[in-house]
């Protein structure tokens, strides 16, 4: 793919959306893999979403001049987000993964994100977690504040509207 989601024809950014959900357990497996070879058990337990979250602080990535990450950080940034996004699913059944086609002008246009929070007043009311984590990653390598329990916030706020 050389262009960004939001510009490719609709068919072809389903495909890329298909593509991702049939490869998620792997992609999370091989996540598994990167934690365990540095000391980390990747779980979903509150106490595991934090270990996760002080691996990523600790080991990301990037140019903070240009608001980047490291381009291997993106593919871990998505194993972190498909991760986190079936755990948020796991402890709220009603989300789902969905590829989002509501407004092309849209940020999470033709993305993976998650829907189907019941106590918000708009319908269409998502998390795009990949783009959650990614700013989060960006805002560690450029030294700025952020919470250091940003996962398992994220986590909890979402259980609080779904």
Do not use: C
Not at 13 to 28: H, I, Q, S, T
Not at 94 to 110: A, I, M, S
Request: proline share 2%.
């Amino acid at each position: 793919m050389t262009r960004p989601l939001h510009e490719l024809p609709r068919r072809e950014a389903r495909k890329a959306f298909d593509r991702l959900m049939a490869a998620k357990d792997d992609r999370k497996e091989s996540l598994g893999r990167l934690l365990a070879a540095n000391g980390v058990t990747l779980d979903d337990s509150d106490d595991g979403i934090q270990r996760l979250d002080d691996w990523f602080r600790d080991n990301v990535a990037g140019d903070a001049r240009v608001d980047r990450l490291e381009n291997i950080w993106y593919a871990v940034v998505n194993d972190i987000s498909l991760f986190l996004g079936d755990t948020m699913i796991k402890r709220s059944p009603n989300l789902r993964w969905e590829f989002f086609t509501k407004g092309k002008r849209d940020v999470g246009y033709q993305r993976h994100v998650i829907l189907g929070y019941t106590k918000v007043a708009d319908p269409y009311y998502y998390v795009d977690i990949d783009m959650v984590v990614a700013t989060y990653g960006i805002r560690i390598v450029a030294d700025l504040e952020t919470r250091r329990d940003m996962f398992v916030a994220v986590l909890a706020e979402s259980q609080d509207y779904a």
